[in-house]
Every structure is written in structure tokens, then in C-alpha cells.
């Protein structure tokens, strides 16, 4: 398990669908999420076709691309706008609700994007906490508790 103290000062984070958390990037470091988010899909995914992802793309875009992966990917905005954003992706694995259920964010408040859908310019979510005051276990249990049909791999 990841350190609260690495998790809380990392950029992005990604759960892979093993529920391995890998934190990239540090908040007052001056490189973009998406950068990071790109260097990490060249190591992790050599085969997949990239050219199109770019700085400017959108972070729902990028949500997408790793809910198409199976993977978590959370923005840590909180020096930002004080909220941080979680991507799901369509289908969670028992591992990574085990560790979303044993992540610890201190008292960072959370957004959950999920069951993305394409719109005319782009893709949209589903949204839990853009109110600002959820925690990620507050976040988490509404999630579960309007998304019950969630099935699991």
C-alpha cells in the first residue's frame, strides 16, 4: 500500500484493473495531468495508438481512453478548485473497490465521473460530488448505492 502522504501529494493517480495504485507526478510539480496521464499510457500500453491524444484533449476524453482500459484514474485538483476527480470506468473490479474502500485521501472532497456517454462535442459523465463536500468514502457509498447495477469482473 502507497503512503497517504504520496497519494495526497501525487498529480494522478491510476488504480489498474489489479487495484494497484500507481501515483504519478508530484501537485506542485508545474507538468500537466495529461502529460503524465501520456507518459504513463506509452510505458504501460506500447501498442496502443496514441497520435491522437494531446495536451489541449479534454480530461474526460482521457477518462474515457482509461475507463476503455479498465483503469481508475483520479486528478488531484485540490490546489485548484479544492475538489479531486475520480474517472471510473464502466465495469469496477473487486480489487479496485477493495482498494477505492482502503484508499485514504485525509479529508480531500471528491467527484466521481462514471458511465461516460458521447454527446456532440466530446463525452460526458455521470456525476457524484460536485457539490464539493463529499469525502471518497461518502462518494463511494452513493455511488454504490445509485449504480448497484454495477457489475463486477
Same mark, same amino acid.
Given at each position: 500500500m502507497i503512503c497517504i502522504e504520496k497519494i495526497i501529494d501525487s498529480k494522478v493517480l491510476i488504480i489498474d484493473k489489479m487495484g494497484v495504485i500507481h501515483a504519478l507526478g508530484r501537485v506542485n510539480n508545474s507538468k500537466y495531468h495529461v502529460k503524465l496521464l501520456l507518459d504513463y499510457l506509452k510505458g504501460n500500453y506500447p501498442s496502443l495508438d496514441i497520435t491522437k491524444l494531446k495536451i489541449g484533449s479534454s480530461r474526460n476524453y482521457y477518462g474515457y481512453i482509461f475507463g476503455r482500459l479498465g483503469n481508475i484514474i483520479y486528478f488531484n485538483d485540490v490546489n485548484i478548485n479544492g475538489t479531486g476527480m475520480f474517472y471510473f470506468p464502466d465495469n469496477l473490479t473487486e480489487k479496485q473497490i477493495n482498494t477505492l474502500n482502503n484508499l485514504d485521501l485525509g479529508n480531500i472532497k471528491v467527484a466521481i465521473c462514471y458511465s461516460p456517454y458521447k454527446v456532440k462535442?466530446? =463525452? +460526458?459523465?455521470? *456525476? =457524484?460530488? !460536485?457539490?464539493? +463536500?463529499?469525502? !471518497?468514502? +461518502?462518494?463511494?457509498? +452513493?455511488? *454504490?448505492y445509485k449504480e448497484s447495477r454495477i457489475r463486477r469482473r
Open positions: 462535442n466530446g =463525452i +460526458e459523465y455521470r *456525476m =457524484i460530488g !460536485l457539490d464539493g +463536500e463529499h469525502s !471518497l468514502k +461518502e462518494a463511494i457509498d +452513493e455511488f *454504490m
